[in-house]
């Protein structure tokens, strides 16, 4: 038997400078917002932010995952609570959040010269997040969205996804042939009526 050993060669960042250190700590802040989230915890408003900066939470979480016609307004606030309880929870979390919150409200006053949750344009606010969208806070926000948003299975409906099928079998039985806007075609009969024709 032959082992062979390679060299180890330090990860590299990606062309956005977003390294895998980068991403295992957002994935980690990340994963408590999102565990304070799905277990029920629903403050009523968070101590570590005030009132300008929850709204300004709710409306980057409706900015990040924009999906006005099949989500709720709870779907994210429950997300912008599940963040700002992981800020109570953690000072350091809560001091970069804040700190966060506050460089995109700097640069919304800079840009358009008002509130980031006043800017009506849906691109203008898009174009804000975008500068910031390699930042430990920003990603922090964004996976605790994507898990309370997609990995919900109160939501799935919305979107009409049924859940795993595994469980009952799979996807041949269980809405693999679901659509409805493809027309019927012939049945088996008709089609071996053609070939014998």
């Not at 994935?27 to 709204?55: C, E, F, I, K, Y």
């Not at 469980?167 to 009526?193: K, N, Q, W």
């Amino acid at each position: 038997m032959k082992i062979n050993f390679h060299k180890y060669v330090p990860p590299k960042q990606d062309y956005a400078g977003f390294s895998r250190r980068m991403f295992l700590m957002t994935s980690a802040m990340a994963g408590v917002t999102t565990s304070a989230m799905l277990a029920g915890a629903r403050p009523a408003l968070a101590a570590a932010l005030d009132g300008d900066q929850s709204a300004m939470l709710l409306r980057m979480v409706q900015d990040i995952y924009p999906h006005p016609d099949l989500l709720s307004i709870d779907v994210y606030q429950a997300i912008a609570d599940g963040v700002s309880a992981g800020a109570d929870a953690d000072e350091a979390n809560a001091t970069a959040l804040k700190a966060g919150l506050d460089q995109v409200e700097a640069q919304a006053q800079a840009l358009f010269g008002t509130s980031y949750v006043d800017i009506q344009d849906d691109d203008a606010r898009e174009g804000i997040l975008r500068k910031f969208q390699n930042e430990g806070f920003f990603q922090g926000i964004r996976w605790a969205a994507y898990f309370g948003i997609y990995n919900n299975p109160d939501v799935w409906p919305k979107f009409g996804y049924q859940g795993s099928s595994v469980e009952h079998g799979g996807y041949i039985d269980r809405g693999f042939s679901d659509i409805t806007f493809v027309p019927e075609g012939p049945t088996l009969e008709e089609r071996m009526a053609q070939v014998k024709g």
